[in-house]
């Protein structure tokens, strides 16, 4: 099976503009989350989708936002960049949401470079 | 915020050598997942395991887990130099697909 993709592979945009960054997860798998990783605060969770309905969300402000569509490909939205908004942006997928010991398998990753 | 900690944070050994890493949590877990990332890239899943399981290998890797002091350790043994990479271990609570990692441990391992 393909892995999961996530595009861009990177980006560069400017403070006050936003971004939209796309993840496709692996055939079959139902659940999308997305995660931040920054050399100063690590990993973070995002937000997690299940079934086009967001089913869990991390502490992060209301400027990023996410979806997911009915073939399960996910993405997640910026609004007014700030600098501190430069990451790595990880997507994962999975079989199922709730319940049960499965595994999560992430992307590539996007290079968000916030200017 | 972060579940844990691993340690060491960083780790130096010569190929042929055993690396162990630990990582501590804070609440309880339904699983535990170790990963490795490679020069920011993306992560790469190396082995899940319960919070039943005490013990579980996957070729180099042996990982254990102790629930009563909420830690667990990752050996690899016999690295090799494309061993070299950041390692995390993540946990996963309740129902949903959230993971807390901790900060990982990078390890560089010499030809």
């Known amino acids: 099976k393909a892995g999961v993709t996530q595009t861009p592979r990177y980006l560069i945009k400017t403070r006050g503009q936003q971004v939209t960054l796309s993840c496709s997860p692996i055939?079959?798998?139902?659940?999308v989350s997305w995660y931040q990783q920054t050399p100063g605060q690590g990993l973070q969770f995002l937000f997690e989708y299940f079934s086009e309905t967001q089913r869990n969300k991390g502490n992060f402000p209301g400027r990023f936002s996410g979806r997911q569509f009915s073939n399960s490909r996910s993405e997640m939205n910026v609004s007014t960049l700030e600098l501190g908004d430069s990451a790595l942006y990880l997507c994962a997928s999975s079989l199922v949401s709730t319940g049960g010991s499965y595994e999560q398998y992430f992307g590539p990753g996007t290079r968000l470079t916030v200017t | 915020s972060q579940q844990g900690e691993e340690d060491p944070q960083a780790l130096s050994i010569q190929e042929g050598e055993n690396a162990t890493m630990n990582c501590s949590y804070k609440?309880?877990?339904?699983?535990l997942q170790w990963y490795r990332q490679n020069s920011g890239r993306g992560l790469v899943h190396l082995i899940l395991?319960?919070?039943?399981?005490r013990e579980k290998h996957s070729g180099r890797l042996r990982v254990t887990l102790d629930t009563s002091k909420k830690s667990s350790s990752l050996l690899i043994t016999a690295s090799r130099a494309a061993d070299t990479a950041s390692y995390f271990c993540?946990?996963?609570?309740?129902?949903?697909?959230?993971?807390?990692f901790g900060a990982g441990t990078r390890l560089a391992v010499h030809p």
């Open positions: 993540a946990t996963r609570s309740g129902g949903y697909n959230k993971l807390i």
């Open positions: 609440t309880s877990i339904n699983n």
């Open positions: 395991i319960r919070s039943n399981e």
């Open positions: 055939s079959g798998h139902r659940s």
